[in-house]
């Protein structure tokens, strides 16, 4: 029994780089490498960047002969490639299995094609290994199986992919090579928009150990020196989280790196740690300047902490972000104003994105009430720039979106000389340096294309 592991290419607005780097499939790389420690007969056919993928699909599929092909959907990036892969697999008569975060989010809807044998929700190292093994007769359905115990998986199986490929620099790191590493897996609130389907409601953590020595690996074997850890809740444990930090910091690897966090998940212990580290970025899930649209989402946090998580990151010289919903369920125009002012008050950068309903979310169900629905044909939700026809607040669209403009010019413009002052603190630029004019001169073009940006989306109302 041969299993071909597929990664299907990214397309138009959906890749996240260029046209020559592309995000490293976490994902395939963990089927992989379990396979190969159990050793299973797999090849990897690695389509992102390819001018003719269908046509190396082919191919790979007629020299490796698998008898299935499994193939890894992201988000919008490859669902329909994806299935485009599972269509010609079909011509060589192979079985097919679709997983990651798609699939797992419309799995019944993604059965119905018939080129499709199998969907796996959730993680699926257990999954390939069971199909290999056979215990799972390839039958048309859902697999499911028990997630892995992290603490004993192999470090994802970079060494069988081009790593050049997945080494995308990072400008505003000094063109640093960007590497991906995953130290955790679930989380255990429940906030209401959220997808919980892939790794559930129980934090799975990594030793700090582990960690460390998959940070050796990246930086030294793939020369990987800006990481992004993708876990959902890298701070959850303060102890883990300044092991991590204080290994990082002991090897003087000259690391740059960022990860998301809960606003009630830090202090200024852990905050100064990560600065040590080389973190440059945290990613807060603020969502709203509104408590009651907090409270309403389960979010579990204040605007209190969100500003207090916000004053410690930047003492401790770290860039906070600030991620912020818009457009919820049953969000008003005080709730956006609310958010508005929370923006005006703290000046750091934010991204802003309209609400789009998530599959088998909590508020998913209240979405289906008022008659949205999301299906297989809706990818372009998914995007980040997606502006949304449907309406689940209490206002009409056209406010919000009047609203969201406003809140946008305001998130890119306001406070520029608090910004400034908050960049030179950070960067602590008291030194005459290349690199200091470098990032100065970063700093000064973001603001100038925010800024021109915010006029351009004005002038074209
Ligand atoms: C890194 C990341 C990104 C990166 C890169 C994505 C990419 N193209 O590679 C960036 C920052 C660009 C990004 C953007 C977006 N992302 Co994103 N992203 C993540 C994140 C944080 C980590 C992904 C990862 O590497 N996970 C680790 C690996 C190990 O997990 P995995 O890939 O899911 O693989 C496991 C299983 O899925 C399964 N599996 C995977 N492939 C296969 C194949 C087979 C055959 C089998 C059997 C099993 C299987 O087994 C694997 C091991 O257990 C996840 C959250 C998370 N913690 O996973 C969100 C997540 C995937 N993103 C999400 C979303 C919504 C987006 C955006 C749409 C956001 C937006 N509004 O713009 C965009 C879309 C961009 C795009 N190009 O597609 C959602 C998807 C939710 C959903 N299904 O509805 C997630 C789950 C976050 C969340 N909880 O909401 N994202
Ligand atoms: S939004 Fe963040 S904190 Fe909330 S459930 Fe999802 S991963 Fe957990």
């Known amino acids: 029994?041969?299993?071909?592991?597929?990664?299907?290419?990214?397309?138009?607005?959906?890749?996240?780089?260029?046209?020559?780097?592309?995000?490293?499939?976490?994902?395939?790389?963990?089927?992989?490498?379990?396979?190969?420690?159990?050793?299973?007969?797999?090849?990897?056919?690695?389509?992102?960047?390819?001018?003719?993928?269908?046509?190396?699909?082919?191919?790979e599929l007629k020299e490796e002969r698998p008898d299935i092909v499994g193939i890894s959907c992201i988000v919008g990036a490859g669902l329909m490639e994806g299935l485009e892969c599972a269509k010609v697999s079909k011509e060589y008569n192979c079985s097919t299995i679709l997983g990651g975060p798609m699939p797992s989010a419309f799995p019944d809807e993604l059965l119905r094609k018939e080129y499709v044998d199998m969907v796996c929700v959730g993680e699926g190292e257990n999954a390939v290994l069971d199909l290999m093994n056979n215990s799972q007769p390839i039958r048309k359905g859902i697999v499911r199986s028990t997630p892995p115990d992290v603490t004993k998986l192999p470090f994802p199986a970079r060494h069988l992919f081009d790593m050049k490929k997945y080494s995308p620099p990072i400008r505003?790191?000094?063109?640093?090579?960007?590497?991906?590493?995953?130290?955790?897996?679930?989380?255990p609130y429940s906030c209401k928009f959220c997808y919980k389907s892939l790794f559930g409601y129980k934090w799975r953590s990594r030793t700090a150990d582990d960690v460390l020595r998959e940070i050796d690996v990246i930086v030294n074997e793939y020369e990987q020196t800006g990481i992004y850890f993708a876990d959902d809740l890298f701070t959850l444990d303060k102890k883990r989280v300044l092991e991590i930090c204080r290994g990082i910091y002991e090897q003087k690897y000259d690391l740059t790196f960022t990860c998301d966090a809960r606003v009630d998940s830090v202090d200024r212990e852990m905050l100064e740690w990560l600065r040590k580290a080389?973190?440059?970025?945290?990613?807060?899930?603020?969502?709203?300047?509104?408590?009651?649209?907090?409270?309403?989402?389960?979010?579990?946090?204040?605007?209190?902490?969100?500003?207090?998580?916000?004053?410690?990151?930047?003492?401790?010289?770290?860039?906070?972000?600030?991620?912020?919903?818009?457009?919820?369920?049953?969000?008003?125009?005080?709730?956006?104003?609310?958010?508005?002012?929370?923006?005006?008050?703290?000046?750091?950068?934010?991204?802003?994105?309209?609400?789009?309903?998530?599959?088998?979310?909590?508020?998913?169900?209240?979405?289906?009430?008022?008659?949205?629905?999301?299906?297989?044909?809706?990818?372009?939700?998914?995007?980040?720039?997606?502006?949304?026809?449907?309406?689940?607040?209490?206002?009409?669209?056209?406010?919000?979106?009047?609203?969201?403009?406003?809140?946008?010019?305001?998130?890119?413009?306001?406070?520029?000389?608090?910004?400034?002052?908050?960049?030179?603190?950070?960067?602590?630029?008291?030194?005459?340096?290349?690199?200091?004019?470098?990032?100065?001169?970063?700093?000064?073009?973001?603001?100038?294309?925010?800024?021109?940006?915010?006029?351009?989306?004005?002038?074209?109302?």
């Open 1 to 59: 029994m041969k299993i071909a592991l597929v990664h299907p290419p990214e397309v138009g607005r959906w890749k996240v780089f260029d046209e020559r780097h592309f995000f490293f499939p976490l994902g395939l790389g963990y089927l992989a490498s379990v396979l190969e420690q159990n050793q299973k007969n797999f090849c990897i056919v690695d389509l992102a960047g390819e001018q003719d993928p269908l046509g190396l699909l082919r191919r």
């Open 172 to 187: 505003q790191w000094g063109n640093k090579k960007l590497g991906v590493i995953l130290t955790s897996r679930g989380c």
């Open 278 to 461: 080389g973190c440059q970025e945290v990613y807060f899930g603020i969502e709203s300047g509104s408590q009651r649209m907090l409270d309403l989402m389960s979010k579990g946090t204040t605007t209190e902490q969100a500003e207090k998580a916000i004053r410690m990151s930047l003492k401790a010289g770290l860039m906070p972000i600030g991620s912020i919903m818009v457009g919820m369920p049953m969000e008003r125009k005080e709730d956006l104003k609310e958010t508005i002012s929370f923006i005006r008050k703290n000046p750091i950068t934010y991204e802003i994105a309209y609400y789009s309903p998530r599959p088998q979310s909590e508020w998913y169900k209240y979405s289906l009430e008022k008659g949205v629905e999301l299906t297989l044909k809706d990818w372009d939700k998914y995007s980040q720039n997606f502006r949304p026809s449907f309406n689940l607040t209490e206002m009409p669209l056209q406010r919000l979106y009047e609203l969201v403009e406003e809140m946008r010019d305001i998130a890119a413009w306001e406070n520029p000389c608090e910004r400034a002052k908050i960049f030179l603190a950070r960067e602590k630029l008291h030194a005459f340096s290349t690199k200091n004019i470098r990032k100065t001169s970063n700093f000064v073009s973001t603001l100038f294309r925010r800024k021109l940006k915010g006029r351009a989306s004005k002038s074209s109302e």
